[in-house]
């Protein structure tokens, strides 16, 4: 990758533009190098928000499934922002159980003080594994998302209960190769049954775009296990969404009775969070007072 570099600053205000850049490129390689994935939280900056009573407020981290992108969570994070959050939403690599839960805890490691983790889809799987370890985890938030048990697949939660469209037929497979020879498959949603599939209740002209601009996820994460789940050590919260056609209303029940989630329904297909961002944003709420406490 070619950096352009800068001209040097040389005020005495600082080191040249150029040394610091340098700096911060040997950094990373160092840290490449060595395994490190984090610093410690007590390196991280702490949260600026405050709650009624000076207790620092929750940092909120919004993690997005497949076929989706950080922005599906835009309404949700405008409503949060408002409320005096601090937000992240992180982009999901989106390349494999094991691989995308070791990225987000390595950001979770980097945020002092509360956090309160909201995962939508497959981003419930990563959020999952991810908060393992994490004490600064307090609450947990699945948004028509998987909840897993040790050893399941996404594939084994999504066909445990009749209803799901997001079969064989609705996916366009491509295939890659790396430079070093290896290669995968990655799965995306047709156009011609993106929406009915994915977005039932939005607009067909956001929808259209939402297909266009879809991230896919490597088709091998269907059936990559989930490890020990963090839901069993951390409370949780669940928005069932009723007219999903991805996760079936009756699987989204299972996995939220079984983790003993505070449960919301609302109707809504799969992407609740952009077609019902008041409710969601309300659940994401609750669960930051109990994390507050």
Do not use: C
């Not at 190098?33 to 410690?40: D, H, I, K, W, Y």
């Not at 207790?55 to 409503?79: C, M, Q, Y």
């Amino acid at each position: 990758m070619l950096i352009r570099m800068s001209t040097p600053d040389t005020s005495p205000a600082g080191p040249p533009r150029r040394t610091l850049l340098r700096s911060a490129l040997l950094g990373a390689a160092a840290v490449a190098t060595t395994g490190a994935v984090a610093p410690s939280p007590a390196a991280a900056a702490p949260s600026t928000a405050k709650g009624r009573h000076g207790e620092p407020k929750p940092t909120i981290v919004l993690v997005h499934g497949a076929f989706a992108d950080a922005s599906g969570w835009n309404d949700v994070a405008h409503r949060l922002l408002r409320a005096g959050y601090d937000v992240l939403a992180p982009a999901n690599p989106l390349r494999g159980v094991a691989s995308d839960s070791a990225y987000l805890a390595a950001l979770l490691g980097q945020i002092t003080g509360p956090i309160v983790l909201v995962g939508h889809s497959y981003g419930g799987m990563v959020i999952t594994n991810a908060a393992n370890g994490n004490g600064n985890v307090k609450a947990m938030v699945y948004v028509a998302a998987f909840a897993p048990d040790e050893g399941e697949t996404l594939f084994s939660l999504q066909t445990r209960y009749v209803g799901t469209k997001l079969t064989a037929d609705a996916l366009d497979i491509r295939y890659y190769t790396m430079p070093d020879g290896t290669g995968s498959a990655d799965g995306y949603v047709k156009a011609s049954v993106f929406r009915e599939v994915f977005a039932g209740d939005l607009p067909p002209a956001q929808t259209a775009v939402m297909h266009a601009t879809q991230r896919p996820g490597d088709v091998h994460t269907l059936e990559q296990p989930s490890g020990a789940p963090a839901w069993k050590a951390v409370p949780s919260w669940y928005l069932v969404a009723r007219d999903d056609n991805v996760i079936p209303a009756a699987a989204q029940r299972f996995m939220a009775q079984r983790a003993g989630a505070s449960t919301v329904e609302v109707r809504a297909s799969h992407v609740a969070m952009m077609s019902r961002p008041d409710a969601t944003t309300d659940l994401i709420t609750a669960a930051a007072r109990v994390a507050s406490r």
